[in-house]
């Protein structure tokens, strides 16, 4: 996305006869969204999350024009995995029913969010949750590990509690 200014005005070749001009500038907007892996190793402890298993991406890799971070829970627990994807997209991008389901209005933090589940998910493991910031669609998740059956939190209210503990580092 790019920002257009138009100017407009006059020259004048001999003092009397103004020609009227047009003058244009571009203002080039981002082309990469906020990098989430910038957030402060002492703010993700304070999160309750592990500065030390940072990981940039899936599998070390941006998907569909996210750039994605995520961290595992403190030890010993490393029972889920915390991720943040950040885009140019529309909150209506959650709206996708072949891909997310369940959304419903909610407050994380200082900030009106929608929280969804990814089609399929069990939501006794697993939740996320979205907002705009500015431009950006920035989504949140919570994916408990495969080994776990009855964990000791709630998916969404333990979501909600480390993304309004890292509110104060997020683009807004």
Same mark, same amino acid.
């Given at each position: 996305?790019? &920002?257009?200014?138009?100017?407009?005005?006059? %020259?004048?070749?001999?003092? =009397?006869?103004?020609?009227?001009?047009?003058?244009? +500038?571009?203002?080039?907007?981002?082309? +990469?969204?906020?990098?989430?892996?910038? /957030?402060?190793?002492?703010?993700?402890?304070?999160?309750?999350?592990? %500065?030390?298993?940072?990981?940039?991406?899936?599998?070390?890799? =941006?998907?569909?024009?996210?750039? /994605?971070?995520?961290?595992?829970?403190?030890?010993?627990?490393?029972?889920? *995995?915390?991720? &943040?994807?950040?885009?140019?997209?529309?909150?209506? *991008?959650?709206?996708? @029913?072949?891909?997310?389901?369940?959304?419903?209005?909610?407050?994380?933090?200082?900030?009106?969010?929608?929280?969804?589940?990814?089609?399929?998910? =069990?939501?006794?493991?697993?939740?996320?949750? @979205?907002? @705009? %910031?500015? %431009?950006?669609?920035?989504?949140?998740? &919570?994916?408990? =590990?495969?080994?776990?059956?009855?964990?000791? *939190?709630?998916?969404?209210?333990?979501?909600? @509690?480390?993304?309004?503990?890292?509110?104060?580092?997020?683009?807004?």
């Amino acid at each position: 996305m790019a &920002i257009l200014m138009l100017l407009t005005g006059c %020259a004048s070749a001999t003092g =009397d006869d103004a020609t009227p001009t047009a003058t244009s +500038t571009t203002i080039a907007a981002p082309t +990469t969204p906020w990098d989430p892996c910038t /957030i402060p190793d002492e703010a993700v402890v304070r999160a309750g999350l592990n %500065a030390e298993t940072k990981e940039s991406g899936i599998f070390g890799r =941006d998907q569909y024009g996210f750039k /994605i971070c995520g961290w595992e829970n403190q030890p010993p627990a490393s029972k889920y *995995y915390f991720s &943040i994807f950040v885009g140019f997209k529309g909150i209506d *991008y959650i709206g996708d @029913a072949t891909t997310f389901d369940r959304l419903q209005p909610t407050r994380v933090g200082t900030r009106d969010a929608t929280q969804y589940q990814q089609v399929g998910a =069990d939501a006794s493991l697993n939740c996320g949750v @979205a907002f @705009a %910031a500015g %431009a950006l669609l920035l989504r949140a998740t &919570i994916i408990t =590990d495969a080994t776990v059956r009855n964990p000791p *939190y709630d998916p969404c209210t333990e979501l909600n @509690a480390i993304v309004s503990a890292l509110d104060s580092e997020l683009p807004t």
